[in-house]
Structure formats: structure tokens, C-alpha cells
């Protein structure tokens, strides 16, 4: 199947400072990225609807200058986590969809953990 | 989304049995739907997928079953194996739309 890359899987970072998250769709063109937040023990929840050369499209309750997504290019998107706090330790996963539009693809996900 | 995550079902069964995951929906108009296997700290793996004008569809150890008017999926998994162990999550799709994923069970397969 295709194949969905996200870096880096952990990352502990220091409250008040930025992460960067990137999701790259290595074998097909992505015109559609999701990213999602799982907290312990609990579902995926959809951040935002991250789309090529466009703004990205965010889930109520999801601050947006918060969470930056760019989708500069058909296999990247990026999510940066502005001024991380504890509260945002979570891991954050993306999804890739091809061109078609059917099965969604996913990364291995990005443990955060802001201390 | 449709979605909110509460604590997980467990479900347990003894390794050689048969299981039986069920997840619900709530949009009519989804077309498409997914079974996902999520082992500890990895991202969301494809196990199956079924299009709304089946109702049933069989993989390697797998079937899906899906009743369109109650709105319910559920994943059987044949002689389940220790390997099997994880949380699932089905999800829906509707043209477009992101995907929505169900709250996810969590299966612990006893030797």
C-alpha cells in the first residue's frame, strides 16, 4: 500500500516553544492531508483538513494560529504547534488521501510532550 | 466530526475464538467505510475496507458486514491470533469528508 511518512515520531520540547510536525506522502500525489490528535485511551479527533496551495479548513474548538498547517507542495504538509504547553501533549497523526479520493492513508504518528 | 473519544471497550477473547468488533455511524450519507487496527504508539493501520452498495466483504482472516439500514459495521476476525491485539476504529467516509472514526475498541486476545 502507499505509504505515509511523518517525522519526527517523538519530540519533547519545553513549554512556550514551537514544534514542527511534517507529513510526507512518499509513492502518490496527497491534494488532501488530515491531521488528527489522539489523546490516551480515547479515538482520533480531526484537527483540521489540510489542502494543496489553499488554507487550511479547522475543526471547531481548534485554535488555528495555534496549530499552522502548510500544505506547500502534492507530498508535504507540515503542522506547527505555536507555543506549545503541557496541555498540548498529545500524538498527532496524518492522513493522506490520493488523488482519487478513497482509502486514507497514515503516518506513524508524533508523540509531543512538552515539559 | 461525529466522533468524540471516551474510554475505550474492551474486548477480550481467548486466542482461537472467533471476534466480533461492532461500530455504529450516524451519517446516511456515508459511502465508504474503513477498518483500522492501532497497535500502542503507531499510527492507524488499513485492515479493510467496504463500499455501501456491499454488505459484506472478506479479507485474509477478516470480514466486514454492513447494514445500511440500522447504520452498523462490524469487523470478524477468525481464529484470533495474539498478534491481534490492539484498538480498532472504524470510520466513514462521504464523498469528500474527512474521515470520522468511531471511538475505537480495544481487543486483548488471552493465550
Known amino acids: 500500500g502507499a505509504v505515509v511518512s511523518q517525522h519526527p515520531s517523538w519530540v519533547i520540547c519545553k513549554s512556550g516553544t514551537s514544534v514542527k510536525i511534517e507529513c510526507r506522502s512518499l509513492d502518490f500525489q496527497a491534494t488532501t492531508m488530515f491531521w488528527y490528535r489522539q489523546f490516551p485511551k480515547q479515538s482520533l479527533m480531526l484537527m483540521a483538513t489540510s489542502n494543496e496551495g489553499s488554507k487550511a479548513t479547522y475543526e471547531q474548538g481548534v485554535e488555528k494560529d495555534k496549530f499552522l498547517i502548510n500544505h506547500a507542495s502534492l507530498t508535504l504538509s507540515t503542522l506547527t504547534v505555536t507555543s506549545a504547553h503541557p496541555e498540548d501533549s498529545s500524538f498527532y497523526i496524518c492522513?493522506?488521501?490520493?488523488?482519487?479520493?478513497?482509502?486514507?492513508?497514515f503516518g506513524q504518528g508524533t508523540r509531543l510532550t512538552v515539559v | 466530526g461525529e466522533s468524540v473519544g471516551l474510554h475505550l471497550p474492551t474486548l477480550s477473547v481467548q486466542e482461537g475464538d472467533n471476534s466480533i468488533i461492532n461500530c455504529a455511524y450516524s451519517?446516511?450519507?456515508?459511502?465508504?467505510f474503513i477498518w483500522y487496527k492501532q497497535e500502542s504508539g503507531k499510527g492507524p493501520q488499513f485492515i479493510i475496507d467496504?463500499?455501501?452498495?456491499?454488505d459484506k466483504r472478506q479479507g485474509q482472516r477478516v470480514t466486514v458486514l454492513l447494514n445500511k439500514t440500522v447504520k452498523h459495521l462490524s469487523l470478524q476476525i477468525a481464529a484470533t491470533q495474539p498478534g491481534d491485539s490492539a484498538v480498532y476504529f472504524c470510520?466513514?467516509?462521504?464523498?469528500?469528508?474527512?474521515?470520522?472514526f468511531g471511538k475505537g475498541t480495544r481487543l486483548s486476545v488471552i493465550a
Open positions: 492522513s493522506a488521501r490520493n488523488t482519487m479520493n478513497t482509502e486514507a492513508f
Open positions: 467496504i463500499r455501501s452498495n456491499m
Open positions: 451519517n446516511s450519507a456515508s459511502d465508504y
Open positions: 470510520a466513514a467516509l462521504s464523498g469528500n469528508t474527512p474521515l470520522v
